[in-house]
T-cell receptor, first 113, second 110 residues
Framework: DVKVTQSSRYLVKRTGEKVFLECVQD?????MFWYRQDPGLGLRLIYF???????EKGDIPEGYSVSREKKERFSLILESASTNQTSMYLC????????????FGEGSRLTVL | TQLLEQSPQFLSIQEGENLTVYCNSS?????LQWYRQEPGEGPVLLVT?????EVKKLKRLTFQFGDARKDSSLHITAAQPGDTGLYLC??????????FGTGTRLLVSP
């Protein structure tokens, strides 16, 4: 059974803390994505990666960075968390190109106090 | 500005009723997908439509891609509590990026 695993389902952090969200997929997919989900706004793309060590900014990259050192792992980093980054974060993976399906993890709900 | 607007934003109905969810844009897309997200889970793909005017059926769910490939609809016949969830449309932007709509939250009560 294909799987995208996000390391933490729930996190509570304080303003200014550095936050790491980890995502691992077991499908050997080239593409990996980080979205944040907020009510009424749907899913908004933060960053994506189409190969190891490659990254592209999405629609809302400010305040975030990413790391992809291995094909199966894509990390989202909040260098200095702020309260407006309180959200649900979803990781996804897909095969490259075409109209491929995105496979999502269960999400990480981050609260920044 | 949101690329894909969905309506309604929220829908609460009784079991057995029919409903339609809309996904609209001013842009033309090469394809459009619909996902459903249940509480505590990530979105799961329901269907991909590619051709303008295309209609696809998945049991009681009917998906249509507009002739001009700018909009899509999802119609559910005789809704059941198991249909409860967040419905998201998504369209490909560029080569690798998928842009999502604002979402429609559906609650079907017994």
């Amino acid at each position: 059974d294909v799987k995208v695993t996000q390391s933490s389902r729930y996190l509570v952090k304080r303003t200014g803390e550095k936050v790491f969200l980890e995502c691992v997929q077991d499908m050997d997919h080239e593409n990996m994505f980080w979205y944040r989900q907020d009510p009424g706004l749907g899913l908004r793309l933060i960053y994506f990666s189409y190969d190891v060590k490659m990254k592209e900014k999405g629609d809302i990259p400010e305040g975030y960075s990413v790391s992809r050192e291995k094909k199966e792992r894509f990390s989202l980093i909040l260098e200095s968390a702020s309260t407006n980054q309180t959200s649900m974060y979803l990781c996804a993976s897909s095969l490259p190109g075409g109209v491929g399906e995105l496979f999502f993890g269960e999400g990480s709900r981050l609260t920044v106090l | 500005t949101q690329l894909l607007e969905q309506s309604p934003q929220f829908l609460s109905i009784q079991e057995g009723e029919n409903l339609t969810v809309y996904c609209n844009s001013s842009s033309v897309f090469s394809s459009l997908q619909w996902y459903r997200q249940e509480p505590g889970e990530g979105p799961v793909l329901l269907v991909t439509v590619v051709t303008g005017g295309e209609v696809k059926k998945l049991k009681r769910l009917t998906f249509q891609f507009g002739d001009a490939r700018k909009d899509s609809s999802l119609h559910i016949t005789a809704a059941q509590p198991g249909d409860t969830g967040l419905y998201l449309c998504a369209a490909r932007q560029g080569f690798q990026k998928l842009v999502f709509g604002t979402g429609t939250r559906l609650l079907v009560s017994p």
